[in-house]
Structures are given as structure tokens and as C-alpha cells.
């Protein structure tokens, strides 16, 4: 119709500039003529006006532009997006970017002016300007796009925000193509806390503890999960993200997991797959009982239910211990195969062992039974009056707590503990957090992640599950924030485990934190940590070996393995950085056979290679190019047989080093501050993944 309506003006209007001039109409009608004249052209007029008005209503608009300015700010060393920056206006206008690293930009007040924005993001940093503001002026203006580039200071680097709402958010805004199938609200989750998870049946499991949701102040606290696919098999790859699909109710939002018992907090604090007596593999949980953080009432090993997708209870225990998040791993033991709640506690991998406590091993130096009696309790020692540790059947487990009583009473010291994770810059003794343990390929060593103070994350590694852990790195601190929980997946180990993927739960609670950060406070949020990174080099044991004859030879992990040496291991007297980890700053040094014993020696002989690298013997207090500040934590090293470790107190020589002498040294290596030899070496890793 409007067609035709178009064809019948454009027809009129070919028909005006036909007409005679004016003066025609006078000749051949006068004033009449005229009047028809200017009648006809009013109205042809009109229909003009109608044919305008009638097109443009019409007609399809013209799409109108993006009404957004979009912000992306980078990471400057990988180029990807940095999720959790704040970009504050001096007004206090703020935003988060999203987990693309981008903030999608339409305040009326703003648009088209230069507005002057204060970016800061923990871990990262912006260029100060002359009065010490870190931030830029910037004009927004609707389609428009611009880049900022951040430096990190963190090792590990953030790459995207697994749980809540909006994780997309603002790449939504910006029409960006985002790799997440819900990249906005999925189960209606917008908050979830502590994760664990592990492989099932050809996929990936997710469980978490309470859950918050959009409807209503209080959630899910009988634990919510969700499955997603592996990486290769469907799944996204790590770097990218996470497709989690959820396991919910009638209503959309994810269900209760631990659906009995139904009343107070049920947190799942293990999570592995077992196979039954009929050889099926099944996924088990041990559950945590829990009225509130101080009281609990009890723990339960549960099986989950592949039909009614949930957790069934099949043994309760009214253990009062506190809720000490697990992420167990599997290893072999003699032929056996043991899950490993934590470094310390082991249980055979079976179900039926699983329900039984008497079955589960403590790695532990109290006798007889391996049980606490307080002040009373006994402890194995060995001849020269150390603690001496082995695996008791149904023994107590020695967390931080036991251990501290125990120093307490007197009956050991902080040297005899098998955890002493120090600060490889200043030294300084770590609280012993939560966190995991997990193999490493690209190591060949056990590596730790593990939180320190609220908000910090740090790297460990050594060279049997129950250490010794001595040296740490920091790998990540959130400011103000916490991130509690953290966990490696290993199931997404890259590259033959030299890139690593790990997570956390960010969140203002037990923090100094001034105000929560919108949609990603009490969220999951993951990283990436290169291990061939040069400031993740840390110094490795270096072992006293006793051979037949009574003589002493030096050996690093590996050439312990070569030689099957582990029962005649007799001390570690220091730590050095293995041949593997060279960094510039460090020196070469070689053992040599010498009479009836070892020397050191730091120059080069024909067919000899390093034994290990350490720092020059140099100013103590001066660090070197290695990054490593050498008057903390290290000592001379003499070049005698006896492998002197000079400048610090003395410890029994079947365990660290001879009495120091004054000698001049030929280097600087890493002191022992153990006593003990925390070597669970017949250990054998099992793949991450399950065949």
C-alpha cells in the first residue's frame, strides 16, 4: 500500500512541472482558473507532507551505535584481559571490569567530557603521574574504545571469575563475543564459597560450600555442585573458562547436594573417586556436620547418587574436629594405592576403608597407638633423642593445633615439626594455612598452594608429600581481601605441568576489607601460574648419603631416586638450587671424592657437572642478581669433606649440619632449620587423570 501511495505522488509530481505557466490559466479561465490552480498545488502539497510523514514512519530505522564506551584494560606482559580493576572517577564513580577485562561505559554526566579515572587493581599497578596518582584522563564518547595496559606484580595471573552474576557483564554491554554458554547468571548463583572438585566418569565435578542466590538473603547450605567437560572432550580449555552446568530445583536454582541430614551446615571437605567391591568407580565425599564455625556436630562419608544426582550419607562419625578444608590426591604406596586427604593422613582407596577411622594412617612421632594424651603423650625418638616419624594406623593426625600443644608442653620444639614454611625474601615463619598438594611432572617434585596471611597465596615445593616443606614463595595478594581456600586443579596442568591452574574464594570475610567488591565478592576466581617462572627457583634439599664403608657422599632428589638411596639417607645439613633452575647471580659447585669422604669445590673439573648452584660467598647482606637476599637465610659452605654449614647454632650432626668453625666458605647455601627427616619417600604419584 505505501508503494503504491509513493508511485501515485511521484506521478503527481512528474504531472506538475508539466502544468502551463500561470498566465494560461488567466487566458483560459480567469480568476477561476487561478483559484483551481493554487487549490490543486495545496493540494498536492499535502499529499507531499503525507508521503514524507508516511516514509519515515515506515520505513526500518538506521541501527543506532553502540551507546557504550568501552574500557579494556590489559595485562602488559600476556596482553589478556585483566578481570577485578576499579576504575574510580574523582567523584567516586566506580566500576569493576569484568572478567574480559572490560568496562562497558554510558553515564550521561560523563559521556563527552574528559574525565580523569584512579585505577587500581590488587596485584597490578598503573604508572604514577607527578602527584603520585595512578590513573589517566580519558573522554568517553559512545562506540568508542580504548586500551590500558597494567603492570603485574603478581606471579600468577588472573584470568576470569568462575561462580556469580555477570561474569560477562560488561561484554555484553559491548556486544563482545564471550566464551561462556551463561556468561550472566547461571543456576541463579551469586555467590559461592570453596570449591572442590575432581574427574568422574569423563567429566569434571564441581562442589562448593554455601551458596548465595538472587531471591532471597539466605541460600543454599547444604552444598550446591554442578559438572562440566573436560578440556579436549568438549570443555572449554582452562585459559578460556569454565562451562558449568548445574544441578538445581524446580525453581532454577542449584539444589542442596547434601540434601541429610536436612538441618545446619553441610560443607563437603574431600572429594575422590573410589572404585566399590564390584570394581565401579564411585565418587565419595567426606562432609562436614557443622551448626556455625565454632561448634560441630559431626562428619559423614558419602556416595554420590548418579540418578538422584545428590550425596547419600552412609557413615557418620561424631568426631568434634573443625572443618579443615581437603583436597585429597591418590598415590601408591608398595603396590597399594592410598587416598591422601592431606600430606599428613592417608587412608587405602577403597570404599570400605573410607567408613572405617581405624583404617586411616597419621603420619605422626607420638607412640604406641599414635593417639594425643595432652601433656602425657609419648613420642618415638630416635638415637640421637629426635622425634622420629612414621605412619601410625589410627593415630591422630598432627595439625597445627596438636603440634602447637605440644610445643606447649614441652615435648617438641618448632624445629621438629614437618611444615615450616618460611618466606624465601625475608624469612619470616608462614602460618600454616589451608590449601594442596599435588604432583608436579614439569617439577618432578610434590608442589604446595597455600594461603598466608588474608588474601595471600604462596607457592612451596618438595620432594616427598610430607616434605620437608621449608622455602616459600608469594604468588598473589589481594590487598585489603581475603582469598581463603585455595586449591590447584591438575586435571588442567599444561605443557607437561608447567603451567598450573589454581582457585580461590574471594572475599571480604576475616579481612580488613573496607566495603565488598559488587558481583565478585564470595566468588571463585582462577589463576595462572607458569612454574618455569625464574622467581619461582627455589632451593632444594641437598642429601647426606652414608655409604657401606661409612663414608658420606652428596646427593640432590633425583640422584637418590638413581641409586634407590633413600633408606641411607643420614641428614640434609643445607638447601641449594638444582643444576635445572640455574638463574643468572648463582655459582656452580661440584663434589669430589676425595680420601674418605666429599669436598665442594667451585671449579670446573673435566667430566664433572654441578652437584647444585648457590650464592657467592660474598656480602651476606647484599642481594644479588638472582633475587635472593643471602644474609636471611643461608650460610657459608667450607670445602671440606665434612660439608661444614658455618655462622648459624649447631644441631645434632645425624641430622644437620657439624658445628661451625671459623673457616672462610667458598659460597653461600640455604640452611636447615629441621631437625628431623620428614621423608615419605615410597611414595609413587598417580596420574592427575583418571585412564
Not at 645439613?573 to 640455574?582: E, M, T
Not at 667451585?602 to 650464592?615: D, H, R, V
Not at 644437620?656 to 671459623?662: A, L
Request: proline share 7%; hydrophobic share 35%; with cysteine.
Amino acid at each position: 500500500m505505501l508503494k503504491m501511495f509513493q508511485a501515485a505522488c511521484i506521478g503527481r509530481l512528474e504531472f506538475r512541472q508539466t502544468l502551463p505557466p500561470e498566465d494560461k490559466f488567466l487566458d483560459a479561465g480567469g480568476e477561476k482558473a487561478r483559484g483551481s490552480r493554487h487549490g490543486y498545488v495545496r493540494w498536492l502539497g499535502t499529499l507531499f507532507a503525507a508521503f514524507i510523514f508516511l516514509s519515515a514512519v515506515a520505513a526500518p530505522a538506521a541501527p543506532d551505535p553502540n551507546p557504550y564506551f568501552v574500557i579494556k584494560v590489559l595485562d602488559d606482559e600476556t596482553g589478556r584481559g585483566v578481570p577485578l580493576v576499579e576504575l574510580r572517577t574523582v567523584n567516586n564513580i566506580c566500576w569493576w571490569t569484568d572478567s574480559a577485562g572490560i568496562v562497558a561505559l554510558n553515564e550521561p554526566d560523563l559521556m563527552g567530557q574528559e574525565v580523569f579515572f584512579h585505577v587500581s587493581s590488587p596485584g597490578y599497578e598503573y604508572s604514577k603521574d607527578f602527584f603520585d596518582n595512578r590513573g589517566l584522563k580519558l573522554r568517553p564518547i559512545a562506540g568508542a574504545n580504548v586500551e590500558i595496559k597494567l603492570k603485574r606484580l603478581n606471579i600468577a595471573e588472573r584470568l576470569y571469575r568462575i561462580t556469580g552474576a555477570g561474569i560477562y557483564r560488561d561484554s555484553v554491554l559491548a556486544g563482545r563475543k564471550v566464551p561462556l554458554q551463561e556468561p550472566l547468571l547461571n543456576g541463579q548463583v551469586t555467590g559461592q564459597d570453596t570449591v572442590i572438585a575432581t574427574p568422574y566418569r569423563g567429566k569434571l565435578y564441581w562442589f562448593w560450600g554455601d551458596t548465595d542466590r538472587l531471591s532471597y538473603p539466605l541460600g543454599n547450605f547444604g552444598a550446591s555442585g554442578a559438572w562440566s567437560d573436560l578440556p579436549g572432550k568438549g570443555g572449554l580449555e582452562p585459559a578460556a573458562g569454565i562451562d558449568l552446568h548445574y544441578f538445581t530445583d524446580k525453581s532454577g536454582f542449584c539444589k542442596a547436594m547434601c540434601p541429610e541430614p536436612n538441618k545446619n551446615l553441610r560443607w563437603i571437605e574431600g572429594l575422590l573417586t573410589v572404585k566399590d567391591a564390584a570394581g565401579q568407580e564411585r565418587l565419595v565425599a567426606r562432609v562436614a556436620h557443622v551448626r556455625d564455625l565454632g561448634h560441630m556436630e559431626g562428619w559423614y562419608l558419602m556416595v554420590f547418587n548418579d540418578e538422584k544426582e545428590c550425596f547419600e550419607p552412609i557413615q557418620h562419625w561424631d568426631a568434634k574436629e573443625g572443618h579443615d578444608s581437603a583436597h585429597p590426591f591418590q598415590a601408591s604406596v608398595n603396590g597399594k594405592t592410598y587416598a591422601y586427604w592431606y600430606p599428613d593422613w592417608r587412608v587405602p582407596a577403597q570404599l570400605e576403608a573410607l567408613k572405617d577411622l581405624a583404617t586411616y594412617e597419621a603420619y605422626t612421632c607420638v607412640s604406641g597407638d599414635g593417639k594425643l594424651h595432652g601433656g602425657e603423650t609419648a613420642l618415638d625418638r630416635d638415637s640421637a633423642g629426635l622425634p622420629k616419624y612414621s605412619w601410625k594406623r589410627g593415630g591422630d593426625r598432627l595439625t597445627a593445633a596438636n603440634f602447637r600443644k605440644l610445643t606447649e608442653a614441652g615435648k617438641l620444639r618448632q624445629s621438629d615439626g614437618c611444615f615450616q614454611l618460611t618466606d624465601i625474601e625475608t624469612g619470616e615463619a608462614l602460618l600454616r594455612g589451608r590449601g594442596s598438594v599435588f604432583w608436579n611432572e614439569y617439577e618432578q617434585r610434590w608442589v604446595m598452594i597455600i594461603t598466608g596471611k588474608a588474601g595471600e597465596i604462596w607457592f612451596s615445593q618438595a620432594d616427598t608429600p610430607t616434605g620437608p616443606w621449608i622455602f616459600a614463595r608469594r604468588i598473589l595478594t589481594h590487598g585489603q581481601y581475603n582469598f581463603y581456600n585455595p586449591t590447584q586443579h591438575p586435571f588442567f596442568d599444561q605443557e607437561g605441568g608447567r603451567i598450573i591452574y589454581f582457585e580461590g574464594t574471594y572475599t571480604a570475610a576475616f579481612s580488613d576489607a573496607p566495603s565488598k567488591t559488587p558481583r565478585y565478592d564470595y566468588n571463585q576466581i582462577m589463576y595462572r601460574l607458569r612454574l618455569d617462572d625464574p622467581r619461582l627457583c627455589l632451593p632444594v634439599p641437598v642429601y647426606r648419603v652414608t655409604e657401606q664403608d661409612g663414608t658420606s657422599r652428596y646427593l640432590l632428589r633425583e640422584g637418590v631416586d638413581a641409586e634407590q638411596a633413600w633408606p641411607r639417607v643420614q641428614a640434609i645439613p643445607f638447601f641449594a638450587v638444582a643444576p635445572r633452575n640455574f638463574r643468572t647471580g648463582l655459582i656452580p659447585v661440584y663434589s669430589v671424592t676425595a680420601g674418605n669422604g666429599t669436598r665442594f669445590q667451585t671449579i670446573p673439573s673435566p667430566g664433572l657437572k654441578p652437584l647444585f648452584y648457590a650464592l657467592p660467598a660474598g656480602n651476606a647482606s647484599a642481594t644479588n642478581n638472582a633475587g635472593f637476599s643471602p644474609g636471611l637465610l643461608t650460610s657459608l659452605l667450607d670445602e671440606a669433606e665434612a660439608a661444614n654449614v658455618l655462622g648459624h647454632p649447631p644441631v645434632p650432626a645425624s641430622r644437620g649440619s657439624i658445628p661451625p668453625k671459623p673457616a672462610s666458605g667458598i659460597c653461600r647455601v640455604w640452611r636447615n632449620p629441621m631437625t628431623i627427616l620428614p621423608l615419605d619417600y615410597q611414595v609413587q604419584p598417580l596420574a592427575a587423570l583418571p585412564k
